[in-house]
């Protein structure tokens, strides 16, 4: 199976607002992208169960001029709170690297 790591030259996590995080997913090609950006395997569910968010609210935006998707999801307690563990949201995008496409 191809993992998102194969198939992306650049993926990126940070914060989109105090409320909200948002992942980057940069193919490297748009036949790469035209295949997988709206795999299954990139779901809300995927979202909700590696994040804990609610699937409902997970956004997909392709960008098909730059091969990329962007995919956004509430954070679970605003930015900065007692809970908080990755600030800028840098590190978020690590759980999804190794996540098998169809």
């Keep these: 199976m191809v993992k998102v790591r194969d198939v992306c030259r650049h993926v990126r996590s940070k914060n989109a607002g105090p409320y909200w995080v948002t992942f980057d ?3 490297d090609g ?3 992208f035209e295949k997988y950006h709206a795999s299954p395997a990139l779901s809300p ?3 909700a169960r590696l994040y804990g968010t609610d699937p409902a609210l997970v956004k997909h935006i392709p960008v098909a001029d730059l091969n ?3 995919i956004s999801y509430p954070r679970a307690t605003p ?3 007692v809970e908080e563990r990755d600030m800028h949201s840098g590190q978020q ?3 999804v690297l190794d996540v098998e496409l169809d």
Excluded: T
Aim: aromatic share 28%; glycine share 12%.
């Design 79 to 81: 930015q900065g709170g």
């Design 30 to 32: 748009p036949e790469n």
């Design 45 to 47: 569910e995927l979202f």
């Design 93 to 95: 995008y690590v759980r």
């Design 68 to 70: 990329m998707v962007k």
């Design 25 to 27: 997913f940069f193919f």
